[in-house]
């Protein structure tokens, strides 16, 4: 585990959120996680310690995200990344606007959180950071996981946490038949029963992202009755 050298503040009015996503972050060796349960609490521990980075809920019991974001934006340029429940793209558009560095919406996976918040720390710290972005291609289209976007002729697709998680473990197993019950338990966890259909739901949402027809996939390829295999190289 590294010990990363940055302070991290996260805004959320759910103590039992609020204490997961530190407990993600310490985890992970982000050692100075500091907590806010509100938006007079987070403008107040943000001014006390000038955090590296700010995960910053939108709907807070005394106020909104957005507000407090421009308020601690009048202090300091410090990264911040929205935190919502609202999956609308008018949310996250409108945060993205005011000059957010990033949006996750709830419920998210661990993985795509401190994806997120490292990608985040690189762009801001690390501008000159001589390690190249991980990028998987599939044809034309590029996959960057630490940004959970597909690149494709100009254009940008985010890919959602559960998305992303099927991606990698195909990857991990690239050429190789991975199970339902793989990619079940990667996604949901070891308490994944009866999500197989889900499961499929997922895999064509990632066609429609990946494959120039999705009905006939190049790419992600069933192996029927079994599970799925990523293609090293289209059929």
Same mark, same amino acid.
């Given at each position: 585990?590294?010990?990363?050298?940055?302070?991290?503040?996260?805004?959320?009015?759910?103590?039992?959120? &609020?204490?997961? $996503? %530190? /407990?993600?972050?310490?985890?992970?060796?982000?050692?100075?996680?500091?907590? /806010?349960?509100?938006?007079?609490? *987070?403008?107040?521990?943000?001014? %006390?310690?000038?955090?590296?980075?700010?995960?910053?809920? $939108?709907?807070?019991?005394?106020?909104? *995200?957005?507000? +407090?974001?421009?308020?601690?934006?009048?202090?300091?340029?410090?990264?911040?990344?929205?935190?919502s429940a609202k999956d609308e793209d008018e949310d996250r558009l409108?945060?993205?606007?005011?000059?957010?560095?990033?949006?996750?919406?709830?419920?998210?996976?661990?993985?795509?959180?401190?994806?997120?918040?490292? %990608?985040?720390?690189?762009?801001?710290?690390? &501008?000159?950071?001589?390690? /190249?972005?991980?990028?998987?291609?599939? *044809?034309?289209?590029?996959?960057?996981?630490?940004?959970? $976007?597909?690149?494709?002729?100009?254009?940008?697709? /985010?890919?959602t946490a559960k998305e992303l998680a099927l991606l990698l473990k195909? @990857?991990?197993?690239?050429?190789?038949?991975?199970?339902?019950?793989? +990619?079940?338990?990667?996604?949901?966890?070891?308490? !994944? !029963?009866?999500?197989? @259909?889900? +499961?499929?739901? =997922?895999?064509?949402? +990632?066609?429609?992202?990946?494959?120039?027809?999705?009905? =006939?996939?190049?790419? $992600?390829?069933? %192996?029927?009755?079994?599970?799925?295999?990523?293609?090293? &190289?289209?059929?």
């Open positions: 585990m590294e010990n990363y050298k940055y302070k991290i503040l996260v805004v959320d009015d759910n103590t039992e959120l &609020v204490n997961l $996503i %530190a /407990a993600i972050l310490k985890e992970d060796g982000y050692q100075e996680v500091y907590t /806010a349960r509100s938006a007079r609490e *987070g403008m107040e521990k943000f001014k %006390a310690g000038m955090p590296d980075m700010v995960v910053l809920d $939108i709907m807070l019991p005394d106020g909104d *995200g957005f507000s +407090l974001f421009q308020r601690m934006r009048d202090e300091s340029e410090v990264p911040i990344l929205f935190l409108f945060g993205l606007g005011l000059g957010a560095d990033d949006y996750i919406t709830k419920p998210f996976l661990p993985k795509e959180l401190l994806l997120r918040v490292r %990608a985040v720390l690189k762009r801001t710290y690390h &501008v000159n950071e001589e390690k /190249a972005e991980t990028v998987l291609r599939f *044809g034309e289209r590029e996959v960057f996981p630490e940004r959970a $976007i597909v690149r494709f002729q100009g254009s940008e697709l /985010a890919l195909l @990857n991990q197993n690239r050429g190789r038949i991975v199970t339902f019950d793989a +990619l079940c338990n990667a996604v949901w966890g070891e308490f !994944y !029963y009866g999500y197989e @259909n889900t +499961l499929m739901v =997922h895999i064509r949402h +990632l066609r429609e992202k990946l494959e120039d027809d999705p009905s =006939h996939p190049k790419w $992600i390829l069933t %192996a029927r009755g079994l599970g799925y295999r990523l293609a090293k &190289v289209p059929l």
